[in-house]
């Protein structure tokens, strides 16, 4: 093997300044301060914002399978909200056993108990999604009406099974008394459980961003939501790729429900359903595949929804369509579209 | 024309309700570039999709070192050692250079680790990678990026490599580029399909030539009689060489 110098004119220019298209960004910030002089108090808008960041946090934690799944394999999965029922049931379950330890005042005790009801709900809904994709999803690819009926289909057949293993009355997912109570900022009452919320959903996108940044698997998944023909060509076996990325997603909807349950501290069957909505308001804000746009979008979604149900409740019925409207006006493609072949 | 290391026999190709490729029989020598020729539709890129497992084949049988290959799955294609670099280039915009070289290291799972030496000739033969290295691919000309989709088809060593119109779109002094790099190429002796439609690019690069028209390959012969014979080159290409320059 030689090296040869070639002259290459033309072609050494530097490229355009890398830029980062950080207006997205701003909007954050931007409607936070716009609610500042509206909600009349600065601890109402603490309290506000805090609530709005937690919910934001527990959506983006649901949703974020949900936009990998589609911009890999354009599968739309309106089944994604019988992981989030199934997280808190199983949660439900695992608590039920250790209730002495969720009532203890020891944070270390109540630990105990949440940590192994988050990961065995993770493993159990995870192990759902396993079926899910191989049983539900895989004979419709590339079929999206179809897949957009058969997945509603699993959801509702899922619902039903969960009612005839736990019951279709409401049950209780009480909150470890450590995570009860407020914390108070000057005026401002924050409640621990938000704070440990919007903390859990940091962790998990810095934790996402590190893997789709700094490991191939990362790159791949980055490279396959492009173009996942080109993936192929190069050795990689887009499918399994994808199988991998769907049960994490589920798993991820699971403690997404098991955090969203614990938020409500009630849970019913249709828990998973109501939020679906939701979860496309937010990938499609974010722009479809979009790690950092679901982000985003989550946050958007989360503080809109406070802010308007404080200043105009009947607002708040439409105040995410009208949210989704108003962003595709400006980003028809989303906050953060993606670039596919 | 040596043994061939890539064989196709009476290969058709149906799109949905399209019958596309009507019995192709191509033969790429090892060791060789054979140039696939051809206007505007006459199947040359669904050649290259079909043999790559993009488009299953219909009839006929493709044999890539003596093993059967029709229809088998991409990646598996891919893993037997051919490398291919599409006519969009396939590029991964969000990615860096680097990162877009890493992915076509199948078994390296750090930048670090790719052969340096390897990379070392790569960058001698593109140097305008190891200037953008972490720049986003997306960011970069469409020269650059050409240079990048060959770079990353030769990554690793790859036993035939199938370029899909490395010319189309280029300055002429990045073509006279790329056809410096694909010397150093062959040099190497790999084996190499090229589908063109720039005839002055092909003639300089190939040593045997097949040209294709309506989806069936309607001659096969070196490059050098190719070259040599105008009247040919008008009847196959509807063209001439000394025309074209």
Redesign the interface.
Known sequence: MTTTATTVPATDALPAEVKTDRLPLLLIPALALLALPLTGSFSTWVTLTFAGLAMGMIIFIIASGLTLVFGLMDVLNFGHGLFITLGAYVAVSVIGRMIGYVESPSLMRNLMAVVPAMLIAMVVVGAVGFVFERVIIRPVYGQPLKQIMITMGGMIVGVELVKVIWGAQALPLPLPAAFSGSLLFGDAAVEKYRLITTVVGLLVFAAMLWVLSRTKVGLLIRAGVQDREMVESLGYRIGLLFFGVFIAGAALAGLGGVMWGMYQQTIVPEMGGAINVLLFIVIIIGGLGSVGGCFIGALLVGLVANYTGFLAPKVALFSNILLMVLILLWRPQGLYPVVKR | MSEPMLDLQGVHTRIGAYHILHGVDLQVAKGEMTVLLGRNGAGKTTTLRTI?G?WPTAEGTITFQGESIASR???EI??RGIA?V?E?M?I????TVC?NM???A?DT??AEDLDA??L??IF?????LR??WQ??A????G??KQ?LAVA?GIVEPRKLLLVDEPSKGL?P??IQ?MI??FR?LK??ETTILLVEQNFNFARQLGDQVAVMDGGRIVHSGTMASLVADEALQQHLLGLSLTAHQ
Do not use: H, V
């Open positions: 790559m993009l799955p991409t990646p891919s893993r291919y599409p969009n396939g991964f915009s969000d990615l990162e890493l992915l076509a199948c799972k750090r030496k390897r070392e000739w001698g033969l593109f140097p305008a200037k953008f720049y986003p997306g960011l970069l000309s020269g650059q240079m990353r300055a002094a990045i580029n410096t790099a150093e040099q190497t």
